[in-house]
């Protein structure tokens, strides 16, 4: 009977501790799930390079337009539009493009931008330097801004995409409560 | 001696409503898993039956779409979590002992709290209902950001899902430690009953799935009142990344389901076509292989929130490999029933319906696994259909098997094997009437969670509402024979079917409040499969 005890408080610790580590696995899915968008190209995630590093190869010739789209979410009162509706690019030279932005509010309010690119196997070879996403932007009631992206599309992008949307969402920024 | 024990026994037995509270007998807890479930299974219906009643008529008759969600929402909440988990987990709790020889669950105490939280639990979550807001509209996948648009009842579903999760992971803990530590001697793993074994296993998807739904839920609560940004997009945060964490558990979670009933028909058919099961190793490997697959299909309920072409084919193939194992369970089956001495008493009508109305089940299912396919079925009412073949038909109707088939053993007597009867092709008719139109629906574009429908739906939503109340009222004839198998009858004999294997039925019926004190002698025939 005693045997019988200590077997059921083994297994019931052991079963225990299987519980807190699924739990913390549900957590871990989270990094996980950010390295595979890395490496997939999943969600759109566009990449970063700083302009200049690397060997510059020559550039071949090809032309892919790129498409610009904005968006708002929510009760953001804000306007965004694209300076441009679309642009054709060269792959392996850096462009500019700019997006304004107004504030409609009679209030300051704070906005944050999210880029995505699709289509999704795209995103792996559309290379910012500059951006203004993923920063917090202020905005006087009524102000309106010119808000910089500079890129390039690398040359290895697959042959099959011959065009591809990059998009701007601006959201609310996470304690902006006017 | 063993007089005296029984004397002493009777002494501290508590009665009256300390013997419920303070229960810590596996038989107690057993009953009243399943009467709680049976409760729940009533209030989850009588939203199906708002729900149908709804969707009679195409327009807005009695409820407003708001509520209409919640409806939908708390339907699949009570039935999944209330109704046939906790309904699994009462016959675990009353058949594994008998069928292994112990004489109780090895934590008790654990089993008595794990049930009482319970009612706590959907008391929150139906309290909902009543508050500013609304209860949670949003589908029960909870996917953000809508449901974080939930009003005061945001966090009330949160702790409801967490005390769900908590009692399901003690009872699951229970089970395991029952069953690796107090079987009888010469038991060994693979003389097991089936039904213990898919218990085992489902036990284990248990522990495997549902701590990463509680830790999905706290990201959420946290989201939404601690300033973090897992699901938040303008945090750098992904709402599609819940889908992910969610569904690893959801898919589990559709074995947690339907494994046990497996474990039921698996039982019962070889009790009444009077041979042993056919290919009992190949089950138990079945049953394992579908666990363990279940942990690798999770996206294919997501095709379409956008995905690498390769990992769509990934999780395509791997649904399809899911059919193979769920094939041989078929076969096996039927290679069981092959050539038996077969008598229709309702626990075969009810395994028979399940084993061809769960293919049916499974059919849809590999339609919606094949990702072009699913772009087209996705969010239809073909998705609504499929899942309540393979839960309704599927895991209830395997239920329904099992209390009839352990009623004798439960209450001592036979229930009303007519009536049953009457139970089985009511319920049997009016669930096809009810669910086997909405293929058409869904094929023909109606989405689903939509209170208002296009006008050419009308029929075949109509002849789903009709099935709908039929079904519904056909229940209350189950709560009848219950009560009336409850109080008295034709009495059962210890060994209740003539067909029928296995240590619980060498115990007298009704079992009596302690059993197998003292390990069971097993012998040969007692342990052939």
């Known amino acids: 009977m005693a045997s019988k005890q200590r077997g059921v408080k083994k297994t019931t610790t052991i079963l225990f501790v299987v519980t807190i580590l699924m739990f913390g696995f549900g957590y871990a899915m989270v990094p996980l799930y950010d390295a595979f968008c890395q490496i997939t190209g999943l969600n759109g995630k566009t990449q970063r390079v700083t302009e200049g590093a690397g060997e510059a190869s020559p550039l071949i010739d090809r032309e892919v337009r790129i498409l610009f789209d904005s968006n708002v979410n929510g009760d953001l009162p804000w306007r965004l539009k694209p300076s441009l509706k679309s642009l054709k690019v060269q792959p392996g030279k850096f462009y500019d493009a700019t997006y304004t932005v107004t504030n409609m509010a009679n209030v300051p309010v704070v906005g944050q931008a999210i880029p995505s690119v699709s289509p999704q196997v795209a995103s792996l070879y559309f290379k910012k330097s500059e951006c203004f996403c993923f920063v917090n932007q202020v905005l006087e009631p009524g102000e309106t801004k010119d808000m910089l992206v500079r890129f390039e599309v690398d040359q290895d992008l697959p042959k099959d995409v011959g065009a591809l949307t990059l998009s701007y969402t601006f959201f609310r920024a996470k304690g902006d409560n006017s | ?529």
């Open chain 2, 1 to 529: 001696m063993s007089t005296v024990a029984h004397e002493h026994d009777h002494h501290h037995a508590p009665t009256g409503l300390k013997r419920w509270i303070f229960s810590t007998n596996h038989k107690d807890i057993g009953t009243l898993y399943l009467i709680f479930s049976l409760m729940m299974f009533f209030i989850g219906g009588a939203m199906a039956m708002i729900i149908r009643a709804e969707l009679f008529q195409p327009g807005l008759q009695f409820v407003d779409p708001q509520f209409y969600n919640s409806m939908v929402t708390v339907h699949a909440l009570i039935m999944i979590f209330g109704a046939v988990m906790p309904a699994g987990v009462g016959l675990a709790n009353w058949m594994i002992p008998l069928m292994i020889g112990a004489p109780d669950m090895a934590l008790p105490r654990m089993n008595n709290m794990s049930f009482w939280i319970l009612p706590f639990g959907f008391a929150l979550l139906i309290s909902t209902l009543f508050m500013n807001g609304g209860g949670p509209a949003g589908g029960w996948t909870m996917y953000p950001p809508l449901v974080l648009q939930l009003g005061d009842a945001f966090p009330f579903l949160i702790f409801t899902v967490h005390i769900l999760g908590v009692s399901s992971i003690m009872g699951a803990i229970n089970i395991i430690a029952t069953v690796f530590n107090m079987r009888a001697p010469g038991m060994t793993l693979m003389k097991m009953p089936l039904f213990v074994w898919t218990w085992v296993i489902t036990a284990f998807l248990l522990i495997a799935s549902l701590p990463v739904l509680a830790g999905a839920v706290t990201m959420l609560l946290t989201d939404k009142y601690f300033g973090t940004s897992f699901f938040n997009a303008a945090g750098g945060g992904d709402p599609v990344l819940f889908q992910h964490i969610f569904w690893f558990f959801g898919h589990p979670e559709v074995y947690i389901l339907a494994l046990p009933a497996f474990g039921i028909v698996s039982t019962i058919i070889p009790t009444f076509a009077r041979k042993p099961l056919f290919g009992y190793a190949s089950m138990v490997y079945a049953t394992a292989s579908i666990a363990i697959l279940s942990f690798f299909v999770w996206a294919h309920h997501m095709f379409t929130v956008g995905m690498p072409i390769k990992g769509e084919l990934f999780f395509m193939y791997a649904t399809m490999l899911i059919a193979v194992p769920t094939g041989v369970k078929v076969f096996n089956w039927m290679a069981t029933m092959w050539r038996g001495a077969m008598t229709f008493e309702a626990p075969m009508l009810f395994s028979i319906a399940f084993v061809i109305l769960f293919t049916i089940g499974g059919f849809s299912g590999l339609m919606l696994g094949i990702t072009p396919v699913d772009f087209q079925y996705h969010d239809t009412y073909f998705v609504v259909a499929h899942f309540h073949y393979v839960l309704l038909t599927g895991a209830v109707f395997s239920l329904m098997a099992a209390a009839y088939y352990w009623l004798p053993k439960w209450t001592g007597y036979m229930y009303d094997e007519k009536l049953a009867k009457i139970h089985f092709w009511l319920s049997t008719i009016a669930a096809n009437v009810l669910f086997f139109p909405q293929h058409f629906l869904g094929l023909a574009g109606m989405p689903r969670r939509i209170p208002d429908y296009n006008i050419v739906f009308a029929d075949f939503n109509m002849i789903s509402s009709i099935g709908g109340f039929a079904y519904g009222i056909s229940q209350l004839l189950f709560v009848y024979i219950v009560i009336k198998c409850a109080l008295g009858g034709k009495k059962a004999k210890a060994q209740a079917w003539e067909g029928a294997k296995g240590l619980e039925w060498t115990v007298p019926s009704p079992a009596p409040f302690h059993t197998f004190e003292t390990p069971p002698k097993l012998t040969k025939s007692m342990l052939e499969n």
